[in-house]
């Protein structure tokens, strides 16, 4: 049927798909839509067979040039050979030479149009050659062009298995030529035979190519799909969702990689950990979404405070980390910068929230540095900045490092220790600033460890909490607090102070009330002192526990008030009934200075009902000036130190048969003598 009778649209149509396979075929060739991931592989595959590829041509144009020396002119046998095989070795070589590490996806494919092109160049220059060479000899060096141009095809299209185009290309401008020569330029019946036998020996070759190259690319898509999901995977196991930053897993895969290549000349690593101050509290007051939403931004301001090459990590609730090359005072100087950014105000959707930052770093300047050890390290600096450097950084020190030693010492003492010997109270009275009476005992931990000695509670109780064994001491030393106040007039109230362990401990709290059930004192005679940080520590659980004491008839005070951060509304929010300010307002090195804050907080409580009371009081001008401020109650040096329990009761037995010995400094000198 001729076109002029189709329909129009179906002219349209056909030359339209006609245009459509031919560019498409055009793209095919000249590698336009190939997938880069595809022609990654080719080029490595072709790395190992395009060498082999040229070898072969070389050889073999070198075998044609041979047997025809004196049957043809010199410089078809030797001078054209020669330079074939010559360009052939150089692209051989050059092959041989590429590493794909030298090459992005572009070059890639630069190199792969570059082969097709050149192969194309010189199989028309190897035919050219060839066809020229069958105008000499006879039968048998012509049967020699037959073999030379159908081996030399078929080894080019396996050598090419890789790389279709190339192989088609050089297939076509080679058996093609061959054929029409012999056809139409010197006809000759077996010749035309076997050009059209190499012509369809190729056709099958290319065609069993073309699977093979298609089950090829299949492979290298699913197996690129395979890498992408895996590399996802990967990802995601390694990274925190809310912050995006890599979570602990991650980092400390880092960290132990970094520290196993250090050598002694390596440049000192700096190890941070990071905790937010008062998020907890932030949390509880504002809610988990906006919690999460400050975690976020942390996260952003951390991402923008390191540099790419520095590791930075969430690797707990509230908790950071990060690796970095710098030496201590390199560290120092960014982390306190690091500390200042974190605690800008965080403000989203009209609430504006203020936490800070304590953070603790250790250097790992020696090699074989191990990775808990330094660790443990940072951690113990960010305790020292949480307990007495909140927001700012601490550098692990040699002092540091010999304190730790002797919690070391302390610990061990500790966990062989028997209670019951070596552990005692001491007790210190309160009296009533008006009256004069005593209130109140305070139950104060002594500990004498036969291998150790004496060891102040400031010492021992820390380091009990870090080692998990402060419960097993507060439930023994309430015991003996119970014990040695039974012979107190029912008027006198017990103060036992508890630590913020003991808070977020069930189990403590509920032998606490146990005990005390079970020594028949009045609960409303106890007062558990803990201070503001304890209280921070976990609000909620603190709210729990508080609760519980405080439902059960018994008081809870906040000690050392005025040390810590919170606010007092704030700490209302729990059962507190009596604020203990810290004696460093009363008779600390700035108390002076500090007299009209300490009016402000007598004023405070008062105003908001809450009786208060003053320790560390050592004069007589300290006891003037807190009872002119209306503090109720007063504890210190100037009253009576800690004692023994036998001890305090001869105090208090003397007390009453001379009750002006209350407060006489010179009396007290003695009185204490004991302790
Ligand atoms: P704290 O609860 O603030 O106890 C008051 C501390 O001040 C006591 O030190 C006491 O001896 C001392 N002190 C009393 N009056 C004066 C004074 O006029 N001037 C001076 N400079 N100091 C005075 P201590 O007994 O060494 O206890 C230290 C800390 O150890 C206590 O501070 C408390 O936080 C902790 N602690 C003591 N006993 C226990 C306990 O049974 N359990 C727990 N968890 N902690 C305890
Ligand atoms: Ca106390
Ligand atoms: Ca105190």
Known sequence: MESQDLPDNVVNVIIGTGHLMVLRAFQWLTLSSVDPDVAAKQFDELRSQVPLLYALLSVNAMALGYTHMGVAPAWMSVWVPGALAAVSGIRAVTWLRYDPLDFDRAAVLRILRRTILLGCLLSVAYIVWALGLTRFGGPDERAHVA?????????????????????????????????????????????????????????????????????????????????????????????????????RRLFFSEVEARLAGRTAASPPLAFGVIDLDRFKAANDTFGHI?????????????????????????????????????????????LDELCRR????????????????????ALADIPNEMTDSLYERADYALYQSKSARRGQPTLY?????????????????????????????????VIDARTHRVSAVEALARWSSPTLGAISPAVFIPVAERAGLVH??????????????????????????????????????????????????????????????????????????????????????????????ASLSYLRELPIGRVKIDRSFV???????????????????????????????ETEEQRE????????ALQGYLIARPMPPAAFFDWMADLTTAPEKVPVPAALAEASAGR
């Open 472 to 565: 097993r001491l507060t439930v023994k030393l309430f015991e003996k607090t119970l014990e040695g106040a039974a012979r107190l007039p029912e008027t006198v109230s017990i103060c036992f102070n508890l630590s913020a362990h003991d808070l977020t401990s069930p189990g403590t709290i509920l032998s606490l009330v146990s005990r005390l059930r079970q020594s028949g004192i009045a609960p409303a005679r106890i007062v558990f002192e803990l201070t503001e940080t304890a209280m921070l520590r976990d609000f909620a659980a603190a709210r729990e526990s508080l609760g519980l004491l405080n439902a059960m008839g018994a008081q809870v005070a906040i000690d050392d008030f005025g040390t810590g951060h």
């Open 147 to 247: 073999m030379f141009v159908g081996i030399t095809v078929i080894g080019c299209i396996f050598c090419l298995s890789h790389l279709p185009q190339g192989a088609i290309l050089v297939a076509a401008s080679t058996t093609v030529p061959y054929f029409f020569y012999y056809l139409v330029l010197s006809p000759s019946p077996v010749y035309i035979a076997i050009a059209l036998n190499i012509l369809l020996v190729s056709l099958v070759a290319l065609r069993v190519l073309l699977n093979g190259f298609s089950a090829f690319a299949k492979l290298v898509r699913s197996q690129t799909e395979m890498d992408r999901l895996n590399r996802e995977v990967t990802v995601l196991a390694h990274t925190d969702m809310l912050t995006g930053l890599p979570n």
């Open 587 to 617: 008779s600390g090195d700035n108390a002076l200075a500090r007299r009209d804050l300490l009016g402000a907080i007598i004023a405070m409580c008062r105003s908001l009902d809450l009786p208060c009371i003053a320790e560390g009081v």
């Open 397 to 429: 020190s040699a002092a540091h490092e010999a304190a730790v030693r002797s919690d070391r010492a302390i610990e061990a003492a500790l966990q062989g220790a028997d209670l019951d010997s070596e552990l005692c109270v001491h007790l210190q009275p």
């Open 342 to 361: 974190l605690s800008e105000p965080y403000c989203r959707d009209d609430v504006s929230v203020s936490i800070g930052a304590s953070c603790g770093v």
């Open 625 to 632: 000036f807190l009872r002119s401020a209306g503090c109720d």
């Open 290 to 334: 906006i919690g999460d939403r400050i975690l976020t931004e942390v996260g952003q301001r951390l991402t923008a405070e390191f540099s790419r090459t520095e590791s930075v990590a969430r690797v707990g609730g509230d908790e950071f980390a990060f690796l970095i090359e710098a030496d201590g005072e390199t560290a120092m100087r960014r």
